[in-house]
């Protein structure tokens, strides 16, 4: 039976003998048995990712590292209680934070992403999804090579895919979204799920402890919020000004959140200070209106390169 415990990731360097040994691995694999077809399929070095995750953790369970020919498509390990696995994992030359630093000074909850047919898809069905983080170079070429330091996964945690089903956020083709102090749109179909809402592990092998009864009470506990604090304020902003919600509102998610401090707008504040120029030259504003917003807003003057 699995206990409960906060996620922390756990941090394993592939950096030694045995870690280059194993990114070879992957790279032969997925040269061999690259997946070309299907809707919104990872690119081959995504794939390689997969794979190498996979057989990190494989390995750690005393598992053989690569599945048989005949095994289903739907789930990557089959625990001995029964409980289906798929392991996920996105690669990048940053380590995986928690928090993720921002110019406003606010922090930035982790996310993990979800091909959203995937959750959608019944033909795959497994019960569980383990959630990864590679940390790559800059080249993140497998099997890259044994003088570099920086291949790093990172096993973040387990939830299932009902509460991902049921919980995630989707977001189609184009969405924005913001990590610390980068934005970029989706160019997929995305499901996003915060990294709070995982169930933790203290080692690899508490996998080993999941039961289908585990699976079932994950399924149908509550999580919280999948969104960033900075996000769920934003949103409520934006909702007052539509006269959806109230500053009443406001407090409440303030209070829920934690957060009091004032938050980067979506577009640069410059283009805010633009506006209410403009407005102030139509006789719209005067300079208090101005002034309020230079109390929360900074505008940023062109500093040379």
């Avoid at 077809?37 to 005393?62: C, D, H, P, W, Y």
């Avoid at 170079?137 to 890259?144: D, E, I, Q, T, W």
């Avoid at 039961?211 to 969104?227: H, Q």
Wanted: charged share 30%; with cysteine.
């Amino acid at each position: 039976m699995y206990i409960y415990c906060p996620p922390k990731p756990i941090e394993l360097e592939l950096t030694d003998e045995w870690g280059f040994r194993i990114r070879q691995k992957a790279a032969e694999y997925i040269a061999a048995n690259q997946n070309r077809t299907g809707a919104e399929r990872g690119s081959s070095e995504e794939q390689g990712f997969g794979a190498l995750a996979e057989m990190v953790i494989r390995n750690k369970l005393g598992m053989p590292e690569i599945n048989p020919e005949s095994h289903p498509l739907g789930y990557d390990l089959l625990l001995p209680s029964g409980v289906k696995v798929d392991v996920k994992c996105r690669g990048g030359s940053l380590p995986f934070k928690e928090e993720y630093e921002s110019d406003d000074g606010i922090k930035r909850e982790a996310k993990h992403n979800f091909f959203a047919r995937q959750i959608h898809d019944e033909n795959l069905d497994t019960d569980i999804y383990v959630m990864t983080h590679l940390e790559t170079p800059k080249n993140r070429v497998l099997p890259g090579t044994t003088r570099q330091k920086k291949w790093i996964l990172y096993i973040c945690g387990w939830v299932s895919k009902e509460r991902v089903y049921k919980e995630g956020v989707y977001l189609p083709r184009g969405s924005l979204t913001e990590q610390g102090r980068t934005w970029f749109t989706y160019r997929g179909q995305e499901i996003e799920f915060y990294n709070r809402n995982l169930n933790g592990l203290n080692n690899i092998n508490d996998l080993m402890s999941i039961e289908l009864a585990d699976v079932e009470k994950d399924k149908v506990r509550g999580g919280d919020l999948n969104l960033t604090s900075v996000d769920a304020v934003r949103i409520t902003h934006d909702l007052i000004g539509r006269g959806v919600l109230t500053k009443e509102h406001l407090a409440f998610i303030q209070r829920d959140t934690g957060l009091e401090k004032n938050t980067k707008p979506i577009l640069h504040a410059n283009q805010y200070f633009h506006l209410l120029k403009y407005l102030k030259k139509k006789g719209a504003v005067t300079d208090t209106e101005i002034e309020k917003a230079r109390q929360i807003l900074q505008e940023e003057p062109y500093a040379g390169i």
